[in-house]
């Protein structure tokens, strides 16, 4: 083995003639070493999965491989904020390799980047810590689908008014609604989780652009990482497409996000008082001593305002990119947008589980409610033989009258409908005083709903049943992600300390190291 230098020659230093301006180094060097630090264990990973392949591969000594993994692995069990970096020595690669030569000498640590380069390594950091991140969203997603499930599974017969145009418009039931969400967030979850078929490839060793005469196994880092395939074509491994596709699926569960806290930021005003959030999550006023704000619904809208622009930004960012700038393939917002929306569905699944609903106000809402009219329309029609669109104007008459007369549904006889259709069709429309009452019965509404996806109560259980096993479902594929990335991190541990113990040159290392690394690893 060639004998180590003991002098660190700084990146920059061969080819530059003078050192970083210090609003480079403030503007550029610093942020970007700080979005780094961030990633640490996955900057620690992707190079002991390098590092293994490399050994493994025969390209580089395994006296040399040995001493690198020996520090990455004390590495790797060091907390990020006490790992101290230089912002002269560069980017995060270069802080690693400079606390190796601080260790093992510049000639070893400097072999650990055969074969790779900032664009592949980096990418693959960013896939890796990306990953992770969607993992915890995609758990969070899940767990409030169950808050969601369980509330609804609380109100399947509840009755409620439902809305279009923000008017009374049919008879609804909570659980249902509740469970229309449920629908809305399987699909952002199938969404993120094929977009995570895209992100999770395999960068490394695609090195800048054209590949490498090295003979590198990528296949093998695949195994290491836990990625699903190799990224294969040498130029797409510094491009981040999939970050903008992301991005743009964080941006549907925020939709999904906001317009249920929408629907109960409303319910929840003095006016509807359908819903009320739980003290826990509102707030007071400092001057109006009678306000219960419902603060919590409020911060997941003020969130879900900004992730409108995420897939924009993506999008025009990417479109600057030609076929040079490195700078701009790469989206640090997608580092926010999994925190806002990972946060935002843990904030949400609290509000829900602790929901107060008021059934009462709910049915008082639909006591002189004209929300039954259409099922009369459709009572009208099926006794009568009426083309609907005539009965539409019966019906529609016959609510005016009565809204001009002060009267509510409950008064209604068959005089007054009578009245409403000589002024509309001229035609008389017979039906039984019991017959006018059950039309226009809320509950008997919803007792007569019969098609599929309805809030007839068979429906809605048939729904809440069908979103449990859904959510089921999506919990396996939870499961079976995570296993592999265990199993890889296992695999990579196993790895590392084959190479450790099997090194030809293992006195150069001493026992209790290798020991205490081994202990380390199991």
């Known amino acids: ?88 020595k560069g980017s995060f690669l270069l802080q690693v390799e400079s606390h190796l030569h601080a260790t093992i000498g510049e000639d070893c640590a400097g072999r650990m980047h055969i074969g790779r380069s900032r664009i592949d390594q980096g990418a693959t950091v960013r896939r890796l810590y990306e990953r992770n991140r969607l993992l915890d969203v995609l758990d ?60 999770n490839r395999n960068p490394l060793g695609a090195v800048g652009l054209a590949g490498t005469s090295w003979p590198l196994n990528r296949q093998r880092t695949t195994e290491l990482l836990a990625f699903d395939a190799v990224l294969e074509n040498s130029k797409l491994g510094r491009e981040a497409w999939y970050a903008a596709e992301v991005a743009g699926a964080l ?33 007071t006023s400092s001057i109006f001593p009678q306000k219960k704000n419902p603060t919590g619904l409020e911060t997941i809208k003020k969130a879900a305002g900004e992730s409108v622009t995420w897939l924009a930004t993506a999008l025009a960012t990417f479109r600057a990119e030609g076929t040079g700038d490195q700078a701009v ?68 008459r016959l609510v005016r009258n009565s809204i001009n007369d002060g009267l509510d549904p409950s008064q209604l006889t068959n005089k007054h409908l009578e009245k409403a259709a000589m002024e509309t069709t001229g035609q008389t429309v017979l039906l039984g005083e019991s017959e006018l009452r059950a039309a226009l019965d809320p509950h008997r509404f919803v007792q007569t709903r019969i098609t599929m996806g309805g809030v007839g109560p068979s429906e809605v259980d048939r729904l809440l049943a069908e979103e449990l096993l859904e959510n089921q479902e999506s919990e396996e594929w939870l499961r079976r992600a ?11 541990d196993d790895s590392i300390r084959t190479i450790l113990m099997s090194s030809p040159h293992c006195s150069q290392i001493p026992r209790a190291a290798i020991e205490e690394v081994s202990r380390w690893i199991l």
């Open 1 to 88: 083995m060639t004998e180590c230098s003991d002098r660190e020659t700084l990146l920059a230093e061969a080819r530059l003639s003078a050192p970083p301006a210090d609003k480079m180094v403030r503007y550029h060097d610093l942020p970007g070493l700080a979005r780094e630090k961030r990633q640490f264990q996955e900057f620690i990973s992707v190079d002991l999965a390098h590092v293994v392949m490399l050994t493994e591969e025969g390209i580089i000594e395994r006296s040399v491989g040995s001493a690198i993994l020996k520090q990455l692995t004390a590495l790797r069990d060091t907390r990020a904020e006490d790992f101290s970096v230089d912002v002269n």
């Open 140 to 199: 969070r997603l899940v767990a409030l689908r169950g808050s969601i499930a369980a509330k609804a599974a609380e109100h399947t017969r509840t009755i409620m008014p439902g809305y279009t145009h923000m008017q009374q418009a049919q008879p609804w039931v909570f659980g249902h609604y509740l469970l229309s969400f449920s629908t809305r967030l399987r699909d952002s979850f199938d969404r993120l989780t094929e977009a995570y078929s895209r992100l």
């Open 251 to 283: 941006s549907f569960v925020m939709a999904d996000l906001n317009d249920l806290a929408t629907d109960l930021h409303i319910w929840s005003s003095t006016e509807f008082g359908l819903v009320e959030c739980h003290d826990s999550y509102c707030g």
């Open 329 to 396: 393939r790469e989206l640090p917002l997608l580092h926010e947008a999994l925190e806002a929306t990972g946060g935002m569905l843990d904030l949400l699944a609290g509000i829900i589980e602790t929901l107060i609903v008021h059934e009462s106000r709910m049915s008082a809402a639909l006591a002189g409610s004209w929300c039954t009219a259409s099922n009369l329309a459709d009572v009208i029609v099926r006794t009568s033989g009426m083309s609907f669109r005539h009965v539409h104007h019966i019906v529609a």
């Open 482 to 492: 995570r296993v592999s990335v265990d199993k890889a991190r296992s695999n990579l």
